[in-house]
């Protein structure tokens, strides 16, 4: 095993992976059905039969999360697969700001616009126990993915075939991480995103000023592109946003942008 990890190692970084070793090693426990730190338990055991099939597919740059068909987000472990985008550590920033306005208010009702793979309503759900959560997604394919993962998790949330109108029903709270990359900005993006994650959740103009416009929200917290976020809190402002502000991300990039309506 210590020599398929090398050898899976060096062929990852010919590949042009970012991280070769932590990828080699999580494909490699991946195979053998045991935790990342579980390998060097045994480290001269045989190297596991499937793991070639992982590493052709990961020297072809499918994300690493795809392969192991699951990912971490905050509390939770969440089924991930080619019907939504990948849950992002950045992400977890638009909970986190969530969460902070939802302090205090014991039964809001909460909607994600463009659920997904269901991240940001599953963890709302899971660390707001009273909030009462509505996803929407224009794709029958994320919604499945979605209901899979409400399902793996056991929380309560409403899932169900909707877009941006669905903003105009009335809430609490509106959350969406919607499309943002600029058709033009896609082939500069990574392999693992440009060539397989669904190009509808991430190539879109114009969502975020759309939801300022539409919702009917005490609420309204939008995952924004760093470039994009001074200009969706000046349209959160023209919409009658009060406090309108913006967060950074982990890496110190302005990342959500959230206002209030009286």
């Avoid at 050898?7 to 195979?31: C, F, I, K, W, Y």
């Avoid at 001269?44 to 990912?71: Q, T």
């Avoid at 009702?109 to 963890?123: P, Q």
């Avoid at 300022?212 to 009658?240: D, F, I, N, Y």
Wanted: proline share 6%; charged share 30%.
């Amino acid at each position: 095993m210590r020599e398929a990890l090398r050898a899976a190692e060096e062929r990852l970084a010919r590949a042009g992976v970012d991280s070769p070793r932590v990828d080699a090693e999580l494909l490699v426990a991946h195979a053998l059905g045991v935790s990342r730190t579980e390998l060097y338990a045994e480290p001269e055991r045989d190297a596991p039969a499937g793991l070639e099939p992982l590493l052709r597919r990961r020297e072809a740059r499918e994300p690493l999360a795809y392969l192991l068909g699951e990912w971490g987000f905050r509390r939770l472990t969440l089924r991930v697969d080619w019907r939504a985008l990948v849950p992002r550590p950045e992400t977890e920033v638009v909970v986190e700001r969530c969460l902070a306005l939802l302090a205090g208010l014991e039964r809001p009702r909460v909607l994600d616009v463009g659920v997904g793979s269901g991240a940001i309503a599953l963890a709302i759900a899971d660390e707001h126990p009273g909030a009462l959560v509505t996803g929407v997604d224009v794709s029958e394919q994320a919604l499945s993915l979605a209901r899979e993962n409400a399902e793996r998790t056991g929380l309560a949330v409403e899932l169900r075939l909707g877009g941006i109108e669905v903003a105009a029903e009335g809430w609490d709270l509106v959350v969406s991480n919607p499309p943002y990359v600029a058709p033009e900005e896609i082939e500069a993006l990574e392999p693992e995103v440009r060539d397989w994650e669904p190009r509808s959740a991430l190539v879109g103009e114009g969502a975020h000023e759309e939801l300022a416009r539409v919702a009917r929200t005490r609420l309204l917290v939008l995952e924004v592109a760093p470039a994009q976020a001074g200009r969706v809190a000046a349209a959160l402002e023209a919409a009658g946003y009060d406090g309108v502000s913006i967060t950074r991300d982990l890496a110190g990039r302005e990342r959500v942008v959230e206002g209030r309506q009286a």
